[in-house]
């Protein structure tokens, strides 16, 4: 979203407003003019069309907007202030804007049915999209737009920087592998015992010894080795090639790195794995770099293979922190082991009378399934805390599904917020822009307080924090207090 142009279009509605004497609603079209940025690749005002009020006000509003029917007219209005605009400002033609108010007519009956159909009801999506798929993943990660720091060496003190857990393939993978190094091809390991095992002890040495550039051709690089092994085992991740090549410049003394030779170098030891312009620790690496961990008596936990868990057990998994590749492969061939209604039903079950977190996963489990999932799904809208989702499920696949009360609406609202809180507080900038964007209204969340929820008053302080409108942050605010009056009753 190019937000440069919808701060001065919003400057320039209101100026525009005051000296004609025209209230605008400013906030409701910044609301517009966002989402036309990013849906619809409207990157300047006069790049709205009729069409455009199409897709924002039947489609895209009421999928990622918390609001009720009859809040439709606000909208509608708001948008006929910014027809009225684009045609005095010249931005379109009078032509255009007496075709957009043409549109605007026929659309406003209609959106108030698209906010009333369940099958619109997006709020869930929505709002997992703001906690992106950072929620299934605890430890680090490479963020999207970020890069890791690695000219910063974790402390060697083991109990300082904890490891964790890993994900190993097969002793046989491994030791089949081996013959894939090409430098084992000219230094064969020694003859006879575990080559896993002389394979660990080689690496170990290449770590703790004074190699003089033997590896890389840098003894300063060479030096610096053992730092950039350990921060990727901690990442667990493939990362940017241009990333080992900062750090690398960083140790290598006068003379700038030569990145490609030396990750050549480090592919012939065995070591990396390059792909384009990412790298990776190999599997046999990972192996190696395990061993001479727990060699120097530093914990290093094994992940466990979450696709042989119970559902429970995979929750459980992925909350303890799984990088968003394995967890995506994990989810993948739980589900590939089970008949769809199956899996609906063990998630379902184990999402029952859970935290908010641990439900929310399940949930985003069960949506990836079909239609063919609709009697265990169905079966569990007697569970009041799984109803609105399961009604959510059901009318996202055009199924027969009962109407989401007023009450639901606004329960399971706080509880996709209670499921984002930890990503929220991890990255509290990122929360309050994506609250900022597709977000609850003020109107709904001075509501939120009546919400017999256990997490209604931590997602209202949340929202209190983290929102930038003043006037919704205050509603929050209010709602919380009343909230925690509540419970004190």
């Not at 990622?64 to 605009?85: F, G, H, N």
């Amino acid at each position: 979203m190019s937000i440069e142009w919808v701060n001065q279009a919003i400057d320039d509605l209101r100026a525009w407003g005051r000296t004609r004497g025209v209230e605008v609603d400013a906030d409701e079209v910044r609301l517009l003019c966002d989402y036309a940025s990013d849906y619809l690749n409207v990157n300047e005002l006069g790049d709205f069309t009729p069409e455009t009020f199409d897709e924002l006000l039947l489609s895209i509003y009421p999928r990622k907007v918390i609001a009720p029917p009859e809040s439709a007219p606000e909208t509608v209005a708001a948008a006929r202030t910014l027809v009225d605009y684009l045609r005095e400002a010249g931005k379109v033609s009078p032509p255009a804007a007496a075709g957009m108010h043409e549109r605007l007519d026929d659309i406003a009956p209609r959106m108030v049915e698209a906010l009333a159909d369940p099958a619109n009801f997006g709020m869930a999506k929505s709002l997992f999209s703001s906690i992106g798929p950072e929620s299934l993943e605890q430890s680090v990660a490479i963020p999207a737009g970020e890069l890791p720091d690695l000219g910063e060496a974790p402390c060697d003190c083991p109990g300082c920087t904890p490891l964790p857990a890993v994900r190993l393939a097969g002793p046989e993978e491994l030791r089949a592998a081996l013959a894939s190094v090409p430098m084992l091809a000219e230094e064969p390991l020694p003859a006879g015992g575990d080559p896993l095992n002389a394979w660990s002890e080689r690496v170990a040495r290449m770590l703790d010894h004074d190699t003089g550039g033997a590896v890389t051709g840098s003894p300063e690089i060479d030096e610096g080795l053992y730092d950039l092994f350990d921060m990727l085992y901690r990442l667990q991740v493939r990362v940017p090639v241009t990333v080992i090549g900062d750090y690398l410049d960083e140790i290598s003394g006068d003379t700038p790195a030569d990145l490609p030779a030396v990750l050549d170098r480090l592919a012939w030891s065995g070591m990396v794995d390059t792909d384009g312009d990412t790298a990776e620790l190999t599997p046999h690496a990972l192996w190696a770099l395990r061993e001479h961990y727990l060699a120097l008596g530093v914990d290093a936990p094994l992940a466990p293979d979450l696709a042989e868990a119970d559902a429970h057990e995979l929750i459980e998994g992925l909350l303890e922190g799984v990088p968003t590749e394995l967890a995506e492969a994990d989810i993948a061939r739980w589900l590939a082991g089970r008949d769809p209604g199956e899996a609906a039903a063990e998630l379902l079950a184990a999402a029952s009378g859970a935290p908010a977190v641990a439900r929310g996963i399940a949930i985003t489990i069960v949506d990836r399934l079909g239609p063919e999932a609709e009697a265990q799904v169905r079966a569990f809208l007697d569970d009041e805390e799984l109803r609105p989702h399961v009604i959510h499920w059901l009318a996202a696949r055009r199924l027969p599904a009962p109407a989401l009360t007023q009450e639901e609406l606004l329960w399971v609202s706080v509880d996709m917020l209670a499921l984002a809180m930890p990503a929220a507080e991890e990255d509290p900038e990122i929360f309050a822009e994506n609250m900022a964007a597709s977000g609850p209204p003020a109107h709904v969340i001075e509501e939120m307080w009546r919400v017999d929820h256990p997490d209604v008053v931590e997602v209202l302080e949340l929202l209190g924090r983290s929102i930038t409108d003043g006037t919704v942050a205050k509603a929050a605010r209010k709602a919380a207090f009343k909230a925690r009056s509540r419970a004190i009753r």
